[in-house]
């Protein structure tokens, strides 16, 4: 029986191996793709959430019902829905590759101590996990990433962003009154009074004490302003009994039952300042704002009265 040449055996044996790499996708796969961990973050588990800019306070987000709080720099009501999306983002991350492992890059990628954004997200099973993001990478959707357990840096999928300013994380609602539940809106301005009211055939306008039909599409503009009201910032630096003691117009929203909202505005060189009856938190709204909030008596006159 002739021996078989062993280069003949080998080359088959290779070309069988190379068929099956073929066949099971090996030649396809990024060697930087290998042994990427997977990504366990749950939106639903996560219920508390602290960030860690280098040199600043940390900003502490934590689940409150169905809602969120910031706890730190400041206790004050989250945005929710801007603490929703963060969190959702953060639990669709995903890892695309390993892009080092070299610790002496780490501040190459934003990734160091000393330059990243430290992240920590607290579950309900009392776990957290620990990130240290970086600079955003390739294109806009990728950043930069390290865990804190593993030494490699990743670039990852994500579409999560990190505000600076606090205003961000921060529930700018002044109020929410439905348009169909006000009576009247009235507002004080230099020592006159004009606004609108509710009468049997609809709008009414009452300026000093005299009372006249309104512009009815104007009036419910007007009304429809405060479903929900909302801020564009805030003045911390301002405290808010400054702004009650003389205001540079007063707007009350009157309801049902003898309830009412008082407004007091102030007008500031980068907007205007607005207070909300005894609270003392300081609310911004932009300059244009004004006359939606504030019309001007001329503009809720009907027509046919002028």
Do not use: C
Not at 43 to 57: C, S, V, W
Not at 192 to 219: F, H
Request: charged share 25%.
């Amino acid at each position: 029986m002739a021996r078989k040449n062993p280069v003949v055996i080998l080359s088959i044996v290779l070309v069988v191996l190379l068929v099956l790499a073929w066949a099971t996708g090996a030649f396809k796969r990024n060697p930087s793709t290998i042994d990427v961990p997977e990504w366990t973050l749950r939106a639903d588990e996560i219920t508390r959430i602290q960030l860690e800019r280098p040199g600043k306070d940390p900003l502490v987000l934590e689940r409150s019902g169905s809602g969120w709080q910031l706890t730190a720099p400041i206790r004050y009501p989250a945005d929710s829905s801007f603490a929703r999306r963060f969190v959702e983002n953060l639990a669709e991350t995903e890892l695309e590759s390993v892009v080092s492992t070299n610790p002496a890059r780490y501040g190459n990628y934003g990734v160091a101590d000393s330059n990243a954004i430290r992240l920590v997200a607290y579950r309900k099973a009392g776990d957290s996990l620990q990130l240290f993001w970086g600079n955003t990478g390739p294109d806009f959707n990728a950043r930069y990433v390290r865990l804190a357990t593993d030494e490699r840096v990743f670039l990852a999928r994500t579409d999560l962003t990190f505000p600076e300013d606090l205003s961000r994380w921060r529930d700018k609602t002044i109020l929410n009154v439905p348009a169909g539940q006000l009576e009247a809106l009235e507002v004080q301005h230099e020592g006159k009074r004009y606004g609108v009211r509710r009468g049997e055939s609809g709008w009414e306008l009452v300026e000093d004490d005299q009372t006249a039909p309104a512009d009815s599409a104007a009036a419910a503009r007007w009304a429809g302003q405060f479903d929900p009201l909302r801020a564009d910032g805030f003045f911390d630096d301002l405290p808010a009994d400054s702004i009650r003691r003389a205001p540079d117009y007063v707007l009350t929203l009157r309801l049902p039952g003898g309830v009412q909202q008082v407004l007091y505005f102030d007008e500031r060189s980068n907007g205007w300042a607005l207070v909300r009856g005894d609270d003392e938190t300081v609310f911004r709204i932009y300059a244009y704002r004004r006359n939606q909030l504030l019309p001007e008596a001329s503009s809720l006159r009907a027509k046919s009265e002028e």
